[in-house]
């Protein structure tokens, strides 16, 4: 059997990708939302400043006029902020493996290389573009 791997870098690395998926999509739309948590926060401080600071009834009644904004923010952070402790635990489990299956996947294809390969070339030098190769890309 024949071990084909992608020859172009950016293919290379999404051949792996594509089989942890869902993992990665993941970690793609908790970045996102830390995105939007930092273009949406500087709205609702100003929602919440315009509110006080145009506020014409009894002192007792300013919170309800920054209620709504204000819960915003806060419900926007506290999932702004799940989102990025679920993206870190994730990361600690999704990275290892896809570096492991990289590893594995050369292994194969060196693997595959003729005995004149292996003569020409030391074991350590081989060794050593098998363990580097993941954090090279």
């Keep these: 059997m024949i071990f084909m791997l992608p020859k172009n870098p950016l293919s290379f690395i999404f051949h792996f990708i594509k089989k942890q998926k869902v993992k990665f999509l993941y970690l793609l739309l908790t970045s996102a939302m830390w995105a939007i948590n930092d273009a949406l926060f500087p709205y609702f401080i100003k ?49 290892p493996k896809f570096r492991a299956q990289i590893r594995e996947s050369i292994l194969h294809y060196i693997k595959q290389h003729s005995h004149e390969y292996f003569a020409n070339q030391f074991a350590g030098n081989i060794a050593k573009k098998l363990s580097d190769l993941p954090t090279s890309c």
């Design 47 to 95: 929602h919440i400043v315009n509110g006080v600071q145009f506020y014409q009834g009894p002192a007792t009644k300013i919170f309800a006029a920054v209620a709504t904004p204000l819960i915003a923010l806060i419900a926007l952070w506290a999932v702004t902020e799940i989102a990025g402790r679920s993206q870190g635990i994730l990361s600690i489990y999704l990275f």
